[in-house]
């Protein structure tokens, strides 16, 4: 799976990425994926498509959460947590464009005391991207409000 643009593992049942491609969703279903979570809006560039159809044909549940990346908010956080909640033990991928909002959702997930390692959620993000403006207030660091949003092997 590590061809698949920023794929992190979180745990046994959890796994991150951006977008992967139609055969990339295939083999995550060959490795024993059963739901897939999209945070990134269809008509975003990098988009499949037709996601949810692909999904559906491949026998995957899709929840389907657009995230604003200019916008995020509580209730998108809301869903999110009660999408992961709501699947208990079932593999999952969570996914957006670029693995962004995914890292940064798992980051406020564990802040929030709702499940993972606060020092693991933080290191993943870290290594994908480092939240400024809006991102960094969503995730608690209203230090880095005023900072741009910052990406590994580009900005640091």
């Not at 959460?65 to 509580?74: K, L, M, Q, S, W």
């Not at 962004?100 to 980051?107: D, G, L, Q």
């Not at 480092?130 to 960094?136: D, Q, Y």
Request: aromatic fraction near 10%.
């Amino acid at each position: 799976m590590e061809d698949i643009l920023n794929w992190r593992r979180v745990d046994a049942t959890i796994t991150t990425s951006g977008q992967p491609s139609e055969a990339q969703l295939a083999a995550l279903k060959g490795a024993g994926i059963e739901a897939v979570i999209n945070l990134g809006p269809h008509d975003n560039n990098g988009a499949l498509p037709d996601e949810p159809e692909t999904l559906k044909a491949l026998g995957l549940l899709y929840i389907y959460i657009p995230v604003d990346f200019e916008a995020p908010t509580d209730a998108d956080i809301a869903a999110f947590c009660d999408a992961l909640d709501g699947l208990g033990s079932k593999p999952v991928h969570v996914h957006c464009i670029y693995n962004a909002r995914v890292s940064a959702f798992f980051y406020r997930y564990a802040l929030e005391g709702r499940g993972g390692d606060l020092d693991e959620a933080f290191a993943r993000m870290d290594s994908i991207w480092r939240p400024g403006g809006v991102w960094a207030s969503f995730i608690s660091k209203p230090e880095d409000a005023e900072l741009p949003n910052r990406y590994a092997r580009l900005d640091y």
